[in-house]
């Protein structure tokens, strides 16, 4: 048999019963190892818990999704139109090799093309160029070692692009995913048809609607949202919807304000030089916590003369620009200035994503904004 | 009435539900239960000295998160994914004192462990730790559970939500390295050729 590379499972080398679990022969190497190391050994403290807990997330959670009951009646309707059109592309024969991810959790009967699953079968796998689509009574959740879990609610429908030691890719057309990613930040990209998700080292919740539009909520670390060189970072606690052909809009935390949030949506919707837009910007800026800082740095480069210079004023108040940072730098967009001033707010090292960037082709856009609709299904050749 | 379930012979799932419901007992049982794991991954990625603070905000940060864990089977890896980013942020918050970089950090070099070494002993433990943390990663922290933590490999593999072949090859490849590692230092200090 053929050994495949980082196949971990299948190579299952012979390892002394000592090292597995001390049990057999003792081996004096590994035993003196173990006496030199005790000392960095975890010595039992008290942990000491806050007098008050924070509200369970699981409510806070109803809250921020209360809208999602119409999303998904959206969703169903305008899947099952779509359905149809997409199930004779999807039961092209799959590529039975190569790199996969296991499918667990199964919930109904979620589909790879028309082979339907099922929660009593045991080793299910995804295989790269496979679509894994669950209707609106069924879910999963994909896995993979080294990366971490993805669960896939109703009515969503993924597609494995890549799964190599240091690049994964999953491709979102539709539907929502819960990712949580212990891989190193910049290794899984998820493609949908308005932007690119990159974790950047984080849990997060990615939705997609039928039209292509998209949002994202961390819960965790934090994830970059890119398309046509237009970036947005969401780190925990904010949250950033996608539009396609626009791509990310102004990313914010969800504790600010109603007239913030509103008007920061009239913002990202209005022609920039309109006066819309002026009064939307005006009602941001007014409202804006230091906390906020995180919307106003991206507004930055989402506003030209005037209005920038507005912006930094706001943001410069709220959040000191950091030592090596000048006003004429930031109002020229001086890129070292922005990440220093990014890395002041404490959200996340920018050089993580410049790492990112330079490691991959952040210029290339998501496969679907390349390609018409119809040839998003599997491939033969993949 | 619901039996108590904080109860050290508890199964983990029903600790991790009743943790979910505020039971604070039952999170200090698997405080008590994971503590280990969570300070052996710590270990692997961030200096000694602070292991032990770090232990205790991971667990803090994962309490007001856990009722949105869906599935009580994954808090394993759950919890040991907030244990590695919150290494990651730990590094993070250390570079921002500095001036910014103009790369990824090299994550081995910035997780030398800070211990004097003052004594023989110390100095041959500090030189072991110091073999195993220049390991890639993924062996790293498992050897670190297996050789500092004590934790057997199918323990290993039960706290952290590998399956037992990848805890197996971690082991193996990890060993097999740091044997190589720890026989060129001592042929180097013995004046033998590299």
Known sequence: MTKRPNDAENEMPRITDYLWDRSGTPDPEIQRLESLLAEFRHVDRTL???????????????QHFSWLPRLAAAAVLLLAVAIPFFLPSTRMPAPLAGPAWNIANIEGHPQIGAQLLSANQSAAKLYVGQTLTT??????????????????????????LQSGPHHKRLQLDVGTIHAAIWAPPGQFVVDTPS??????????????????????????????????????????????????????????????????????????????????????????????????????????????????????????????????VTREGILQLDPHMLDLYWNA?????????????????????????????????????? | MNPPVATPAASEDALVRAAQRGDRAAFGLLYARYARMVHGILLSRVPYSDVDDLVQDVFLQALPRLASLRDVSKFPGWLAAIARNRATDFHRRAKSLDELPTDVPDESAASAPAVPPNSHSRTEAHAALDAILSLPETYRETLILRLVEGMTGPEIAARTGLTHGSVRVNLHRGMQQLRELLGRKAASLTGGEL
């Open chain 1, 48 to 62: 000491t818990l806050p007098a008050e807990i924070a509200a369970p997330a699981r409510s806070a959670r109803v």
């Open chain 1, 195 to 324: 932007a690119i998700a990159i974790d950047l080292g984080c849990a997060y919740t990615l939705q997609v609607a039928p039209d292509g539009s998209g949002t994202i909520r961390t819960t965790l670390g934090w994830v970059g949202f890119h398309l046509n060189g237009r970036d947005s970072f969401i780190p925990a606690g904010a949250m950033c919807s996608t539009r396609p052909k626009v791509g990310p809009s102004t990313p914010y935390f969800e504790d600010a304000n109603a007239a913030f949030r509103e008007a920061l949506h009239n913002f990202d919707q209005a022609d920039p030089s309109s006066d819309t837009a002026a009064t939307a910007l005006a009602t941001v800026l007014a409202q804006a916590r230091s906390r906020d800082g995180l919307t106003l740095w991206h507004l930055l480069s989402r506003t030209t003369g005037p209005a920038r210079a507005q912006v930094y004023a706001r943001f410069a108040a709220l959040v000191p620009p950091p030592a090596g």
């Open chain 1, 135 to 160: 209707n609106s009574s069924s879910r999963a959740s994909l896995s993979e070692n080294d990366l971490g879990e993805i669960q896939i609610d109703p009515d969503s429908r993924v597609r494995l």
């Open chain 1, 345 to 382: 707010l404490d959200l996340g090292d920018i050089s993580t994503w410049r790492y990112w960037e330079q490691s991959s082709d952040p210029k290339s856009n998501p496969p679907s904004q390349l390609l018409p609709k119809k040839d998003l299904a599997p491939k033969k050749s993949q």
